[in-house]
């Protein structure tokens, strides 16, 4: 049977933005409405099986309503840009879907879904409209169903003429007499003022129309009569801009808007330009490259085995690439299945992974550690990591094919072997998926496809490097190439294989005083609550807190109430209960995120976590960590920080030093923007925060309260990280005006920063992309792009990428000079970690004073400023006492 679904684009991509948290990809671009709109689009594709599917788009703010009433849909609220930048890529979302998709000016999605339905109606065609919006109830017929989302996008309500009946007493068509008498103040419609649904629905259901309602105005009493007649024009009016127009002269035609299903492949894409790696997973998207089909390169490849390693050594001097195979995210507990040597002459020798351990393979375990044997290779971090565990060192690697990629172009997600080939168009080879399968399908294959594959990536090896070596040149990134980024990969891996020793005893003590807090949190929650329940049931906590203590419905699920942090936070003033809940929460997080999951990553031969960087992942040049990530180890709350308690130094009677860079961003921006007044604060050693609460304020040091600097501080954070007026009316819980006048405020007063601003977005729009202080690029395509929402993104990401970009490149930097300075100064000190903008080290008694000293200095001279970088350093015996 034939089915159309139509789609009001606008109005669903609202709902998904405010249902979901605010989700970003690496890029920084905002993501969340897009998953929400994916998941409903992949939800009705399942379930309803369209043959017949459209979108349809609002083409502007300017309608033909508007001739008639300018201040249609004047009260709205200005769309975040946290939404509107969003609206580019569900189109763009919508067409990998091979879902048609529409607008035209002067018309709104509902007329356009309005005209289709009349027309699938007139031909018998099956039609589901989805949306948010109550108006296109008038539009259900014996063949139109409207399914009108809940909160959020996931589930709907299904409105048939019956059911529109059933709940509302009303006919379809009265719908719009509905809105007629009641007004929608979301729209700006006026409707007859006092008159609610209840009161119009006692109108409707009485005389019919809003028409009719007005001529038996005398018939009515009371205050009613009075306003009724009063406001007749204005409930004719708000009838005439309810009702949805459905003659829109639109030339597409039923047939056009056949729908075959999706494209895996292409979809495929776009899940990984969102990063949208859990849909990615869940349905199993081809990668859809093409390369089974177009792999031209063709290698002669020589299966070594026991026999011939002997002789393997003739071969070194001529080996231009080595690629290693690891298998496994963590590189700490992966398996080496093989490696590929390629010579000068185009010829791989492939390696077997167990030939490495054989007493054979002891040259080639030799010219693997030489560091005077030269090596290009593909990961060095991973690969020195995952051989170190084997007992094979890795050394004398003198290029990293994924290093100089990642810098060449940090917006893409990914630079894998099979990626880069297309991009800098070199022969194909296969994607990884194809040759061993994902997921639960992973298989290393038999030896002939796998000594192939990996002799095709070593092949790729050698011709990538001289052509990523001559854009490295040509972009003038040499120095951040091969003076920051490719040691500190030597740095990491170091700081990794170290690991940092956890006290297991010490850690289990603390996941048993936190679970005697959280019994007791418990204990006086359900006395609160005066009875017991299962506090981790979101359902049975919704029926204590809104049907048994009658607390306010802030929001609904489709499972029931709401009770996820936002809403408690909200519910805090009205009972003691719910601030016991949210410390109930926070703290059985930390048993189970941080002390339990912990324990789970000690190793057991080192006794010690070994956290891995990812240091090709995020355009901002930020490190990230993982297995486990100590980076994210909480510090608000006293429990969070007691955590820390757990890292000790490795060595007895040695210490943990702490190294934290004070407002490294902020210090950063002073200087780039070269702004006076943000300039003053930090030469005279001043609170940054209270400074500009001095400044934005107009008072003077002493007058400067605890809310004036929690503003100040985050519009400070807020304009590093190119925060709207939106954001920080959400984090200061102030309206967007409000925070508009703040913002406004603080650029009147800093000037430069404003300047800077402006001068950077110029400046982008003519190369294309901004650099930090080193070099590092952001490439920018949609600068200039005609969509305004993509433009001003971009427009952003071109303020805040400098500073953050700068802020990172400082530490890395940092931490190469440091471990340069250890060395040469010979101390058994070792740094450990990298958190944010903090160094972690243990350091013997003996070296306390040194490391004292050498650690600021070197920190606070890794790149001269026009104001001084600060660094504060502490140290205890543990973690938590060196903070």
């Known amino acids: 049977m034939e089915k159309l679904i139509l789609i009001d684009g606008n109005s669903i991509a609202s709902r998904a933005f405010y249902a979901l948290p605010l989700l970003s990809n690496s890029s920084g671009l905002h993501t969340n409405a897009v998953f929400g709109f994916t998941t409903m689009l ?32 004047g009260g709205r609220a200005k769309t975040p840009p946290e939404l509107s930048e969003q609206f580019p890529l569900i189109r763009e979302l919508v067409q990998s879907f091979g879902i048609p998709q529409f607008e035209l000016p002067g018309y709104e999605a509902d007329d356009i879904i309005g005209t289709l339905t009349r027309l699938a109606d007139e031909k018998g065609l099956n039609v589901i409209v989805v949306s948010g919006d109550k108006d296109m109830l008038q539009l259900a017929s014996e063949r139109v169903t409207i399914a009108l989302t809940r909160k959020g996008v996931s589930e709907v309500d299904r409105y048939t003429p019956e059911a529109i009946s059933e709940k509302y007493g009303l006919v379809p068509k009265q719908i719009i007499d509905l809105k007629g008498l009641m007004g929608d103040a979301s729209d700006n419609i006026p409707g007859i003022p006092g008159v609610g649904e209840k009161t119009a629905l006692k109108l409707l259901h009485q005389y019919g129309t809003v028409e009719e309602v007005l001529s038996k105005a005398d018939e009515i009493t009371g205050k009613m009569q009075e306003k009724i007649k009063e406001h007749a024009a204005d409930a004719r009016m708000s009838k005439e801009l309810a009702t949805i127009f459905r003659e829109v002269p639109m030339e597409m035609k039923l047939d056009e808007l056949h729908f075959a299903g999706f494209d895996g492949p292409t979809l495929g894409a776009m899940f990984r330009k969102l990063e949208f790696k859990s849909l990615l997973e869940k349905m199993d998207l081809s990668s859809g490259d093409g390369a089974d089909e177009a792999l031209q390169a063709t290698v002669e490849i020589e299966i070594v085995s026991t026999q011939t390693l002997g002789i393997l050594a003739n071969e070194f001097p001529d080996v231009e690439a080595v690629h290693i195979e690891i298998v496994g995210e963590n590189p700490h507990v992966s398996d080496v299945i093989g490696l590929a040597l390629l010579t000068s002459k185009g010829k791989s020798l492939f390696v077997p992974a167990e030939l490495l351990d054989t007493p054979e393979a002891g040259a080639l375990r030799d010219w693997l550690a030489d560091e005077h044997a030269s090596k290009t290779v593909y990961d060095m971090h991973r690969t020195e990591v995952a051989l170190h565990w084997k007992g094979i060192p890795l050394r004398g690697v003198t290029f990293d094919v994924l290093i100089a990629a990642y810098l060449l172009d940090p917006t893409e997600s990914t630079h894998t072997l099979n990626e880069l080939a297309g991009r800098y168009n070199l022969s194909p080879i296969s994607a990884d998926e194809n040759v061993f399968g994902k997921g639960a ?3 290393v294959p038999e030896i002939g496809p796998l000594s192939e594959h990996l002799s095709r990536k070593a092949d790729l090896l050698a011709k990538l490097k001289p052509v990523l070596k001559g854009e490295l040149e040509k972009n003038e990134m040499n120095p951040l190439y091969y003076e920051l980024e490719f040691p500190l990969a030597r ?12 006290n297991a005893d010490g850690l289990r003590q603390l996941g048993g005083d936190l679970g005697k807090s959280i019994e007791k949190l418990a204990e006086g929650i359900y006395k609160g609550a005066g009875m017991e329940f299962n506090l981790n049931s979101p359902k049975q906590l919704g029926d204590i807190l809104f049907d048994k203590l009658g607390l306010p419905v802030i929001k609904k699920t489709k499972t029931g109430y709401s009770t996820d942090a936002e809403v408690l936070e909200k519910l805090a003033p009205y009972h003691e209960v719910v601030s016991s809940i949210l410390n109930y929460r926070q703290l059985a997080k930390l048993q189970s995120t941080y002390v339990e999951g912990l324990l789970k990553e000690i190793r057991g031969e080192t006794g010690k976590v070994h956290t891995y960087y990812q240091q090709t992942i995020a355009a901002t040049g930020r490190l990230s960590s993982q297995f486990p990530n100590l980076q994210n180890i909480p510090i608000r709350l006293e429990e969070g920080r007691k955590i820390r308690k757990v890292f000790v130094p490795d060595e007895p009677g040695w210490s943990v030093l702490a190294a934290d860079y004070s407002q490294i961003e902020l210090r950063v921006l002073a200087h780039i923007s070269g702004d006076e007044n943000l300039k003053e604060a930090f030469l005279n050693d001043m609170d940054v925060h209270t400074k500009t609460a001095m400044d934005v304020f107009g008072v003077s040091e002493t007058e400067v309260d605890s809310n004036m600097r929690r503003q100040a501080k985050a519009v400070n954070f807020g304009i590093v990280y190119g925060i709207s007026d939106y954001g920080l009316s959400q984090n200061l819980n102030i309206t967007r005006k409000e925070a508009g006048q703040f913002i406004e405020q603080y650029f009147s007063v800093f000037k430069g920063v404003r300047n800077y601003m402006d001068d950077i977005v110029k400046q982008a729009r003519t190369n294309g992309y901004v650099t930090t202080l080193l070099q590092r690029r952001r490439y920018l395509p949609e600068i200039n792009a005609s969509n305004f929402n993509l433009r001003s993104f971009a427009e952003r990401t071109a303020m805040n990428s400098p500073i953050q970009g700068s802020a990172a490149d400082i530490i890395k930097l940092a931490m190469v000079q440091i471990a340069g300075r250890m060395k040469r100064e010979k101390v058994r000190s070792r740094m450990l970690l990298q958190v944010h903008d903090e160094l972690v080290f243990e350091v013997p008694e003996d070296e306390l004073d040194l490391m004292k000293r050498l650690v600021p200095e070197v920190m606070e001279s890794a790149l001269a400023l026009d104001v001084p970088l600060k660094v504060d350093v502490s140290y205890g015996e543990n973690w938590y006492e060196a903070k």
């Open 42 to 73: 992949l939800k009705l594709i399942e379930e309803e099986k369209p043959t017949h599917f459209l979108v349809a788009f609002d083409a502007g703010k300017v309608t033909f309503r508007h001739a008639d009433y300018k201040e249609y849909k």
């Open 441 to 443: 399908k992973f298989k």
């Open 491 to 502: 740095v990491l891996a170091s700081m990794e294989k170290q690991g940092i020793r956890v």
